[in-house]
């Protein structure tokens, strides 16, 4: 069983970090069709885009909807078969290990604080960097302003795992933060935006 995995089987739960503070996780969100604000991340995909931490499948499956060759990643095999349950591709991968189409996918996502995996924003980046082709971009979701970068340890608590999960390496960037961390990783954003209290931004090559 994976960290994200009580919220892929659709359970309440939240992030528990390691200062003692809690952050509910969106499981709804996970499991419904893409929304409004999603759209902010969907409409800027013209071309193959790869999803890394796909969770449940939403945006694959919009994207597969649309035409757009799509494809989900994630570390979970539970994410994996909700994907392909919902007609999105998906394979069962480390986003950091060996992956198809290095260098030739025009988007790569990471949404629902996806920026977070492995707890190293800019090493994350720079992986997405290495997998866009020339004129690519990163399409993320950050925080609101407020937060910063933060580097931290966090578990996945609630339901059966109420006293919490295991303790894994986890990030969070706001949209303050999001053009130096960036820059780090050889992009700059094209746009940050906000939409129904949540906010994006789009990485482009320096």
């Known amino acids: 069983m994976t960290a994200f995995d009580l919220g892929l089987s659709g359970a309440e739960c939240r992030l528990d970090l390691a200062d003692g503070s809690h952050l509910p996780l969106p499981v709804d969100r996970w499991h419904e069709d893409a929304d409004d604000a999603d759209h ?28 757009v060759v799509a494809l989900g990643v994630d570390n979970s095999p539970l994410a994996v078969a909700l994907t392909r349950a919902k007609g999105g591709p998906a394979l069962h991968r480390d986003v950091f290990g060996r992956l198809p189409g290095v260098g030739r996918w025009a988007h790569v996502l ?15 980046l720079r992986r997405a960097r290495h997998l866009l082709r ?73």
């Open 134 to 206: 020339r004129h690519g971009s990163v399409l993320v979701e950050v925080e609101p302003p407020g937060c910063g970068v933060r580097r931290e340890r966090a578990r996945v608590a609630g339901g059966p795992w109420s006293a919490g999960g295991p303790w894994f390496d986890w990030a969070r960037v706001d949209a303050r933060a999001v053009g130096r961390t960036a820059e780090r990783a050889g992009l700059t954003p094209r746009w940050v935006v906000e939409r129904d209290g949540r906010w994006f931004a789009e990485l482009v090559r320096s």
């Open 40 to 67: 902010v991340l969907l409409d800027a995909c013209h071309g193959p885009t790869v999803d890394l931490g796909c969770g449940p499948g939403r945006l694959v499956a919009a994207l597969v909807r649309r035409g």
């Open 110 to 124: 990471l949404a629902d604080g996806n920026i977070g995996i492995g707890g190293d924003p800019v090493a994350l």
